[in-house]
């Protein structure tokens, strides 16, 4: 069984800077596709970012693009998401997720539908 488990949020100033880690147990990681998504109180789950499993294809939703940087560690099993000049519109509890059939499928997807597995999420506040 795959967990994901998120860590790094919190509260910070808006143009402030946060690193959020997802660390990955119980599977083959080098074959994912990781994403994040976040969802804010009354809205809907959203991309975030993803990346393939070679760390060389990654995807951004429009607003997040140049300030938001995701990566991966394949040795620590672990997905960042490097978030600066953030926004109050940031503010949201991200999760990361895993899709096993990325190396097959060579997709790196948007779609929540994609992804099997799920962490909690962590919260991220941006306080203008």
């Known amino acids: 069984q795959v967990q994901l488990v998120e860590s790094g949020g919190g509260l910070v100033q808006a143009g402030g800077s946060l690193r959020l880690s997802c660390a990955a147990s119980g599977g083959t990681f080098t074959s994912y596709t990781m994403g994040w998504f976040r969802q804010a109180p009354g809205k809907e789950r959203e991309f975030v970012a993803a990346l393939n499993w070679s760390g060389l294809n990654t995807r951004y939703r429009d607003s997040v693009k140049g300030r938001f940087t995701i990566s991966r560690d394949n040795a620590k099993n672990t997905v960042y998401l490097q978030m600066n000049n953030l926004k109050p519109e940031d503010t949201a509890v991200y999760s990361c997720?895993?899709?096993?059939?990325?190396?097959?499928?060579?997709?790196?997807?948007?779609?929540?539908?994609?992804?099997?597995?799920w962490g909690q999420g962590t919260q991220v506040t941006v306080s203008s």
């Open positions: 997720a895993a899709d096993p059939s990325g190396r097959r499928t060579l997709i790196t997807s948007t779609q929540l539908d994609t992804y099997t597995y």
